[in-house]
């Protein structure tokens, strides 16, 4: 059963982790799984989880830990966001951690994203962001004083949002503040409804109903 977990989370990151990002997962005290992204700090499968690690701490914790950790532990110094987890079926208990590149620190302080329109670039505030939509290999953010285009894909810019921020799709990221309600279609899919642009409405596909509803609490 640990391995069908392993196995699901494996193939549910790939979507939203950006390519720099390497994946570590835990369970007990060793990693049981590490997926090597651009910055790969070598973490080899059994190995022990090291003091002063990401996911030493979300042990410790049993929360997400998010924190800039040096060189001493792995020999390469890294951002790492880790999450714990649970299986309440299979007992399985770990930790799943997002190893970044060092600077990524920098792109979480700012509150801004940048947008381009034409061949002019313009600072965005975060939160006046409504949605970003991945379309045909393209990355377009809407606010309320139009769209504007991104060089980076969704899953980078997911990560470089607040908690104010949810994934609904694999081409959507919604800025929960914007969302005036939940419902279902003709076809009863999960959609969501913005307040602006008025009435533009979002699918939630099959694949985040369930982390929508947890994180949104219905």
Do not use: C
């Not at 790969?40 to 059994?46: E, F, L, V, Y």
């Not at 390469?76 to 770990?94: A, I, N, R």
């Not at 694999?170 to 005036?180: D, E, G, L, Q, T």
């Amino acid at each position: 059963m640990e391995s069908n977990v392993v196995l699901q989370l494996s193939k549910f990151i790939e979507d939203w982790v950006p390519k720099e990002a390497s994946i570590a997962i835990a369970a007990g005290d060793k990693y049981v799984s590490y997926i090597p992204g651009n910055h790969d700090i070598r973490i080899h499968q059994g190995q022990s989880i090291p003091s002063g690690s990401i996911t030493e701490r979300v042990y410790m914790y049993k929360r997400k830990i998010e924190s800039l950790v040096d060189k001493s532990v792995f020999g390469v110094p890294y951002y790492g966001v880790g999450y714990p987890l649970e299986d309440k079926g299979s007992g399985f208990q770990g930790a799943l951690t997002v190893i970044l590149p060092p600077d990524y620190s920098l792109y979480q302080q700012q509150n801004f994203i940048i947008g381009r329109r034409g061949d002019i670039w313009y600072p965005i505030n975060k939160e006046k962001i409504i949605y970003i939509e991945s379309n045909q290999k393209k990355t377009l953010i809407y606010t309320e004083e139009g769209s504007f285009h991104s060089k980076f894909p969704l899953k980078t810019l997911e990560n470089r949002l607040s908690e104010s921020f949810i994934r609904i799709h694999r081409s959507y990221i919604v800025n929960i503040s914007y969302i005036s309600h939940i419902s279902r279609d003709f076809s009863s899919n999960l959609e969501v409804t913005l307040k602006k642009p008025v009435n533009t409405t979002l699918l939630i596909s099959q694949s985040y109903v369930q982390i929508v509803r947890k994180i949104l609490g219905f």
